[in-house]
């Protein structure tokens, strides 16, 4: 991680972290190295020198730490140098604080009472979500879609993914139905087919665990008729007004629907020696 400011909130680049500015390094290091994104680091990066900034306005050393001085982190009125002035942070914010109290006592640098609620794998959740960026090509907010729902879905599969199944996948799915909606459920299973294929992909769980998640049917117009009655379609061709050019335009493109069909894209798309060409097979095929 550069050692420079640049990418920080003007807030952030105004605190000063102190004795931890070497573990701040080698945090947003750790977190590149685990493939977040720059935008995600610089948001923990901004956490962890919040956090030093606080502990030298308060005097507190850094052997002191522990989560009591993160309960008084969460709940300090801020006035720290920068823009930031606000009368509580937001659980995300202390959150991202609390994960670089742990990486604290990883290094050995503080020892706490108590463990560091971790958020259950979520070095393997960004590392998933970093092979979606690298080999799926999908949207940056189906990519952290994706990574809140199998953060959702991990406590009820466990913690060892070689001990997933076919009937512990199943069964979990199954259960969220009864929680979920179809259309929730529906792209829940896309992602967790996405986590077990990244999974088995580097050798972390059995191959073939996404083909047992049950297909969830979502079965939307399924009130319309699957097809018009030619009757019907040839009142509406007869319907034009062919005594205009916009009722011959109409016509044409009703015929090119009708009797080739054709989409409705690749009718807008066609230029004029492609509608003389379609209009000749109609005629030829009367």
């Known amino acids: 991680m550069p050692k ?8 952030a680049q105004l605190m000063n972290p102190g004795a931890l500015r070497p573990f701040v390094e080698a945090f947003t290091g750790r977190l590149l190295g685990l493939g977040y994104t720059r935008l995600t680091v610089s948001g923990y990066e901004a956490s962890a020198r919040h956090f030093g900034q606080w ?17 008084g982190f969460a709940r300090h009125r801020c006035r720290c140098p920068g823009i930031r002035q606000t009368t509580r942070l937001s659980v ?21 009472s108590e463990r560091v609620p971790p958020c259950p794998d979520q070095d393997e959740i960004l590392a998933f979500q970093a092979w979606l960026r690298r080999h799926r090509g999908i949207s940056e907010r189906t990519v952290w879609r994706h990574g809140r729902m199998i953060m959702r879905l991990l406590p009820a599969l466990g913690p060892d993914p070689m001990q997933y199944d076919a009937a512990l996948v199943r069964q ?5 139905g009864k929680l979920s909606s179809h259309a929730y459920l529906k792209t829940m299973t896309m992602a967790l087919r996405g986590y077990l294929r990244y999974l088995a992909a580097h050798g972390l769980c059995h191959p073939g665990l996404d083909q047992a998640i049950p297909t969830i049917p ?10 018009i009655p030619i009757a019907d379609v040839e009142r509406v061709i007869a319907s034009c007004d062919v ?14 629907l009708a009797r080739l069909g054709l989409r409705a894209g690749e ?3 066609m230029r004029l020696d492609d509608a003389l060409e379609w209009m000749i097979t109609i005629l030829w095929n009367r």
């Not at 502990?55 to 309960?71: G, M, S």
């Not at 979990?172 to 969220?176: G, R």
């Not at 979502?218 to 097809?227: E, G, K, M, N």
């Open 267 to 269: 009718i807008s798309g």
């Open 4 to 11: 420079s400011t640049e990418g920080l909130p003007e807030c």
């Open 243 to 256: 005594t205009t050019p916009m009722g011959i335009l109409d016509r044409a493109v009703l015929l090119l």
């Open 218 to 227: 979502q079965w939307r117009l399924s009130a319309l008729p699957r097809f």
């Open 55 to 71: 502990l030298q306005n308060k005097k507190i050393a850094v052997a002191e730490i522990d989560h009591r001085i993160v309960r």
């Open 92 to 112: 995300k914010y202390v959150n991202r604080a609390l994960r670089f109290v742990g990486f604290l006592a990883e290094c050995g640098a503080v020892k706490l």
């Open 172 to 176: 979990v799915i199954l259960d969220e």
